[in-house]
């Protein structure tokens, strides 16, 4: 009985599928046309999605909201660049992102709020390279949201252009920095844990590489 049904199964599936692609018809600008959403996600409280969206003949950020749709609506308006990538910040109101410039992505970090007020350019140290103040372009990444703290978030950058980043509490609103933890001259990347606590770092140098853990904030660097 059950290979009869899988039988009948897969008939009807073949039959669908050939049904649909002979009445289908498509060009060539539909297999190269942007998508109509990418990046879908929720928010933090499962009230809204964001997504990136093509508006203004670029990708922009566009919230939707659940409960009611007639108030979904694009928070960005880019008109020569496009949304690179996105995060929700912890607190449902804020959201991060980056853009991308024609396939030159941008190492800036962005807010926005979730109605679409108040953009704010959090730390952008192209600046300082095109004013020659530094040879080296760091770019600033972003290490922890922090689940338990929606007004901050952790973010690795080598601001004080050494070549080797430091971790460094960013406001979400303002843009306010300060560092909780200080490159020593060889970690090239850091790893916190599940409360957002900089428990690992990976390190190079000409020789070898480490893999450094900590069993917390307080304790010594075990190789």
């Known amino acids: 009985m059950t290979k009869r049904f899988g039988i009948g199964l897969f008939g009807a599936l073949s039959l669908l599928i050939t049904s649909v692609a002979s009445a289908a018809s498509y060009t060539v ?3 190269f046309k942007d998508p109509q959403y990418t990046q879908v996600s929720v928010s933090p409280n499962g009230k809204y999605l964001a997504a990136v ?5 670029r990708q922009n950020l566009a919230i939707i909201n659940l409960k009611d749709r007639s108030k979904s609506k694009f928070i960005t308006g880019l008109e020569d660049q496009d949304i690179a990538w ?5 607190n449902n109101d804020r959201l991060l992102f980056g853009i991308n410039a024609d396939g030159a992505e941008a190492i800036a970090i962005y807010a926005v709020d979730r109605t679409g007020g108040r953009i704010k350019t959090l730390i952008d140290p192209l600046a300082d390279w095109l004013d020659g103040s530094t040879s080296q372009l760091p770019s600033p990444n972003i290490l922890d949201v922090l689940k338990d703290d929606p007004k901050h978030i952790l973010v690795s950058y ?3 252009k050494v070549g080797s980043p430091d971790v460094y509490q960013v406001n979400v609103h303002n843009g306010g920095m300060k560092m909780v933890e200080r490159n020593p001259g060889t970690v090239a990347g850091w790893i916190t844990d599940h409360d957002g606590k900089i ?3 990976f390190t190079q140098d000409k020789l070898y590489n480490e893999v450094w853990y900590r069993d917390s904030e307080e304790d010594e660097w075990q190789t």
Not at 53 to 57: D, R
Not at 86 to 90: D, I, L, M, Q, R
């Open 158 to 160: 080598d601001e004080r």
């Open 29 to 31: 600008e539909d297999f």
């Open 86 to 90: 996105y995060t929700w910040a912890e």
């Open 53 to 57: 969206a093509p508006a203004k003949g």
């Open 199 to 201: 428990r690992g770092a």
